[in-house]
């Protein structure tokens, strides 16, 4: 498809399981970000990755979570022993690169819901 | 005091009413803002981007920014059913992704 794709939709887990999440970007856009969405609450900057560079990972909430990017396309979210705080919704949003002064345009996924029991 | 606030509404308007939709902010270097629509269970799209001060207009969406009180706003004209959502604002220092931080959203609801 020609948008950004997430998986799974949905995930209803116990707590102290690990869980991955899935994000598929839009084909040439070499910047992703994650993103963790609570009720009531703003998106919440996770990580970022743009081409090739180190991960900026300033925003994750623990050590028990941790992302990559393979190839510079699909990013995995990993969330190990979770707590029923980490329940949200996850949000991948990839970006074309930016010209100088320009907006900085996220084509965002359906997300995926995260329920830690 | 969060960075940034909205009014989470949610807010309920008849169709056709002008809708105004208002975020502010304590960090007066933020100079990027954007506004984003987020329909149940989807994820945000960008609808109107400004920088600096001023307005922005975009058929019936207007965005206008005022630094000096920390307060923008969104206005939507002949309001639609079809524009029942969340209305995100984001903004940031500089143009960079990470750095942008978002508000918590005004869910609107527009009645036909």
């Known amino acids: 498809g020609a948008g950004v794709s997430q998986s799974p939709s949905n995930k209803v887990t116990e707590k102290g399981k690990d869980v991955e999440l899935r994000c598929d970007p839009i084909?040439?856009?070499?910047?992703l970000y994650w993103y963790r969405q609570s009720l009531g609450q703003g998106l919440e900057f996770l990580i970022y990755?743009?081409?090739?560079?180190?991960?900026?990972k300033s925003g994750l909430p623990s050590d028990r979570f941790s992302a990559e990017r393979t190839g510079g396309s699909v990013s995995t979210l990993t969330i190990q022993r979770t707590q029923q705080e980490d329940s949200a919704v996850y949000l991948c949003?990839?970006?074309?690169?930016?010209?100088?002064?320009?907006?900085?345009?996220?084509?965002f996924g359906e997300g995926s819901r995260l329920t830690v029991l | 005091q969060k960075e940034v606030e909205q009014d989470p509404g949610p807010l309920s308007v008849p169709e056709g009413a002008i809708v105004s939709l208002n975020c502010t902010y304590s960090?007066?270097?933020?100079?990027?803002f954007m506004w984003y629509r987020q329909y149940s269970r989807k994820g945000p799209e960008l609808l109107m981007y400004?920088?600096?001060?001023g307005n922005k207009e975009d058929g019936r969406f207007t965005a206008q920014v005022d630094k000096s009180s920390k307060y923008i706003s969104l206005f939507i004209r002949d309001s639609q059913p079809s524009d029942s959502a969340t209305y995100l604002c984001?903004?940031?220092?500089?143009?960079?992704?990470?750095?942008?931080?978002f508000g918590p959203g005004t869910r609107l609801s527009v009645l036909p």
């Open positions: 949003a990839s970006s074309p690169p930016t010209l100088a002064g320009g907006p900085r345009r996220w084509f």
């Open positions: 084909s040439g856009h070499t910047a």
């Open positions: 990755f743009q081409g090739n560079s180190a991960p900026d």
């Open positions: 960090n007066s270097a933020f100079q990027y």
């Open positions: 400004t920088y600096s001060s």
């Open positions: 984001a903004m940031s220092e500089d143009n960079y992704g990470q750095n942008f931080v």
